[in-house]
């Protein structure tokens, strides 16, 4: 089998396109490692680090924020409302993607909205931590 | 008859106004190549949206769960109309034709016995609204502080629809915005938002095999409705961006090749008068010559 035809779109650009050994995503229920060949699955992410290895050469790391999986016959792509290389991702930048989550959390309506724009929260806080 | 003063003055002016008009068809041209390439670049994104929310949907379709965006209110009475306009004239009839279509909906359904609400997003579109159509409109933005739009404005503008229609404020949502076609064509376009329209994508053969949806696929349609409304709404501005500077580049244009005619016409008119001057004293000093 050869390599996973792997797609990271966000509304303003395609930030990569090509065949990757695998792809590490932070599902909303768990991370999940997709290889080639995986069966065919929706997921909504949290927001996360995709790790994308190669047959050679280091992994790249890109955060997303807002992103949703699919992966079919043809490969896997990732729709991502933010995506940010996590090179060049620092703290300043984080800690306006925590703010954005926090306005959504205040934004909520309903208790639905506010669960998950709170779980949002919640990762983003953990990523900063982390950094 | 104007005076050889006048009509000095006026080539003068009239070259200035040149000047500016081609100015502003050169800074519309290199604005466009821009707004062509993020129209460009935002494609696959909607692409692959559609792709996923039409093969979703379709598990969806008829189930007594299906979220409302989908679905629809199961009314048709409250009509909210988006006109996504430029924020600046002097771009041909590019704000005109958008107006001009949203009104013919606006009229249509009014006569229809419908209600319709009106949001204009752009000021251009708020102005020539709002003589006739002031009392309908509920909700307008600009985008005049922001040099070129990003996808926080259509999220903005698409939280603000998505709060309406949780309040349930209106049934059907319909974006007015112009599709770019080319320089010199742009084509007013009706791009129903909610309920949300599939059938764009063509679903990927999986083969026999059905997608694992984790978390399950009503969640993931909950999640990926509204944001579909702001893609389709980046989508609109982007299209309307690159239309606006289009058609800004062809008024432009041709009011450059204006100026230009109007220049030569005037300076033939100048050059002739002139010419009948210089005649008329020839004649006085010789006729002045021969009675003496």
Known sequence: MSGLHFELVSPVRLLFSGEVASVQLPGTEGDMGIFPGHAPVLSTLRPGVVVISREQGAAEKIFVRGGFAEVNPAGLTVLAETAIPLAELDAAALAGQVKDAEEDVADAKDAETRRRASENLEHLKDLQRSM | ?292
């Open chain 2, 1 to 292: 008859m104007p005076s050889l003063k006048d009509l000095r003055n006026r080539i003068a002016s009239v070259k200035a106004t040149r000047k500016i008009t081609k100015a502003m068809q050169m800074v519309a041209a290199a604005k466009l190549r821009r707004a062509q390439e993020a129209a460009v670049a935002a494609r696959p994104y909607s692409q692959r949206m559609a792709a996923v929310l039409s093969n979703l949907a379709s598990s969806m379709e008829g189930r007594p769960d299906a979220p409302r965006l989908l679905a629809g209110t199961g009314r048709d009475d409250v009509h909210l109309l988006v006109v996504a306009t430029a924020e600046r004239g002097l771009c041909g009839g590019f704000n005109s034709s958008i107006a001009k279509l949203a009104r013919e909906h606006a009229d249509r359904l009014i006569g229809q016995g419908k209600t319709v609400k009106i949001f204009t997003v752009g000021k251009k579109g708020n102005d020539s609204l709002k003589r006739l159509y002031g009392k309908y409109i509920v909700e307008a933005v600009d985008f005049r502080s922001t040099r070129s739009v990003g996808f926080g404005n259509a999220q903005s503008v698409a939280q603000k629809i998505l709060a309406m229609f949780d309040a349930g404020d209106f049934d059907v949502a319909t974006l007015f915005f112009a599709e770019y076609k080319s320089v010199i064509s742009q084509k007013p376009t009706a791009l129903r938002l909610i309920p949300t329209s599939v059938g764009g994508g063509k679903a990927p053969d999986l083969g026999g095999a059905i997608y694992d949806a984790e978390p399950d696929e009503g969640e993931i349609l909950a999640d990926l409705l509204p944001r579909n409304v702001a893609v389709q709404i980046f989508r609109g501005l982007l299209e309307n961006a690159a239309s606006e500077q289009g058609a800004r580049m062809s008024a432009m244009d041709s009011a450059t090749r204006n100026a230009g005619d109007m220049i030569n016409k005037l300076s033939i008119k100048y050059n002739r008068q002139r010419q009948a001057q210089i005649t008329k004293e020839l004649i006085e000093i010789i006729s002045g010559a021969e009675a003496l």
